[in-house]
DNA sequence: CCGTTTCGAAACCATCGGTTCCGGTTTCTA
DNA sequence: TAGAAACCGGAACCGATGGTTTCGAAACGG
C-alpha cells in the first residue's frame, strides 16, 4: 500500500512507443565504480532475466494472467529475489515495459511545425495499432487499481507526448498555421482521445486512425463556408 | 473463465448515466404468476439489498477495495447467496451499477438535430464529471481482466450512445448543419474520445468539457477562412 | 407430513501477492 | 585465511480473496 513505487530509472522522452527486442541503454551508473560495498554482487544476470520475463509475458499473456510466481519462473529466478528489487508485480510489469519501448525521438523537428504535428500523431497511433496497445491498455486500466503506476504512466509517457504535442501546437499557430485562440490543451486531448477510447472499449486502432483523426480535426465539422 | 455472465435483464436506452437513488422500473416478469415453482420462495429482500450494497459501495470505496465479503455483509446477506444469483462479484457490481443509472431517455429530439446533438453530449459529459465518472472509468478498466464486463458495458452503454450520436449527426448532415462527407463514426470518437482520456489517465472532467469539445470540432483547428 | 427450494453460517479450497527463514555462495577487508 | 557483508534459491509460510460446499433451519405447496 504505503510502499515506495521505484522504477529503476529512465530519464528519456519517449514518443513513440512499442515493445522492442533491443533493450534500451538505460542502466543506473550509481558514480561510477564507488567504493563497491562488500558482499557479493548483485546477479545481474538475475535482474535482466526478470525484466526480460516481463517483457515476454507481456506480450504472451494478458496482463491479469501475470502472477509473481510466473515472473520468477518464467526468469529461472526466485520469487524471493525478484521482491528483494522490486516493491510489487507491477513496479516490474512497468519497468520492464517501459525498458521495451522503442525510442523514437520525435520527428527531428522540420522547419514546419505543421509537418511535424502530423508524424508525430501518425507515429503514436502507429504504436498503438496492434498488440502493443492493447499491453498499454491493460497497464493503463491496471492504473486504476495502483495509483503509483497510473502516476508512473501519465509521467513517463503520457504527459511528455502531450507536452511535445502541445510544443509543435504552439509553434503551428505562431506560424499562423492554426487558430490563434486554440485551446492547447484541449486539441491535445482531442488528438489522442480517439486513441483511448478506442484502446479501452477494446475495439481496433487502425493505423491511419491517427492520420483521419487530425484530418477531420483540422478541417471541422461545419460545412465549407 | 467460462461461466456465463447474466445481467438479470435491462432493455432500454440509456443516455445520460449517473448513479442515483431511485431503482429504475427494470424487474423482471417471467410471465406474470406462471405455476410458482414449490419451495421457499426467494427471498427478493435479500436480492434488493445485494443490488443496492453494490451501488453504495460502489459509490464509497474504490472498485478493487470491494470483495464479495464485504458486499454480503453490506446487504446483511451471505456470500452463498449471492453465489446463487449472481455468477461472479462483476456481475453484480455491473448490475447493481445499470440499476442506478439515471435512464434520461436523450433530449426529445427538437427539429433541429444540432439542438439535439449539443444537448446530449452535454449530458453525457455532465454525467461523468465527478464521481459517477470515476465509478464508470474503474468498471471500464476492470472491463480489461473480465471480457463479459467489458461487453456488457459496450453493449449496454457505450453503443446505444455511440448510436444515438451517429444518428443525430446524420440528421445533422442531411438537413445541411454538417459537412456531407463526414466520416460519422469517427466523428463519434472525436466527440466521446476526450472523455475517455480524462476518465482513463485520472484527470478531472470539467462540468463543460462536452461543450467546448464539440465547439472546437465544429469549428476545426485551422484558421479561419 | 413430505418434497422442494431457499437461506445463513461456517468451514472449506485454491490462488495469489508478498514475506520470512535457511543453507549455501560470492565478494571485500583485515 | 577468517570473518563480515551481501547475495541467491527453495520452500515454507501468511493473509486476503473469489468461489464452493455442507448442513441445519425456514418457507412454501400438495
Redesign the pocket.
Known amino acids: 500500500m504505503g ?1 515506495p513505487f521505484l522504477i529503476r530509472n529512465l530519464r528519456f522522452r519517449i514518443i513513440c512507443h512499442s515493445l522492442n527486442p533491443e533493450p534500451t541503454q538505460a542502466a543506473i551508473t550509481v558514480t561510477p565504480e564507488q ?13 535482466q ?1 526478470l525484466l526480460n520475463a516481463a517483457q515476454d509475458l507481456l506480450r504472451e499473456v494478458p496482463l491479469s ?7 520468477a519462473k518464467r ?11 522490486w ?4 513496479a516490474i510489469l512497468l519497468e520492464g515495459y517501459f525498458e521495451g519501448l522503442k525510442v523514437t525521438c520525435g520527428a527531428p523537428e522540420t522547419e514546419d511545425a505543421m509537418v511535424d504535428l502530423r508524424e508525430h500523431i501518425r507515429q503514436a497511433y502507429h504504436a498503438m495499432a496492434g498488440p502493443d496497445g492493447v499491453i498499454f491498455a491493460s497497464l493503463i486500466a491496471d492504473g486504476h487499481a495502483h495509483p503509483e503506476m497510473r502516476k508512473a504512466l501519465n509521467d513517463e509517457l503520457n504527459s511528455p507526448r502531450c507536452e511535445d504535442v502541445e510544443h509543435l501546437l504552439k509553434r503551428a499557430v505562431a506560424a499562423g498555421q492554426l487558430r490563434s485562440d486554440l485551446d492547447v490543451p484541449l486539441v491535445v486531448d482531442q488528438i489522442f482521445g480517439p486513441l483511448f477510447s478506442r484502446l479501452m472499449t477494446g475495439q481496433p486502432v487502425e493505423e491511419d486512425l491517427g492520420e483521419r483523426v487530425f484530418e477531420m480535426l483540422l478541417q471541422g465539422l461545419l460545412p465549407t463556408r
Not at 75 to 85: D, E, H, I, N, Q
Open positions: 510502499k567504493t563497491r560495498s562488500p558482499g557479493r554482487p548483485r546477479c545481474e544476470n538475475a535482474h532475466a494472467g501475470i502472477t509473481s510466481a510466473s515472473l526468469a529461472g529466478v526466485s520469487k524471493a529475489t525478484l521482491y528483494r528489487w516493491p510489487s508485480k507491477e
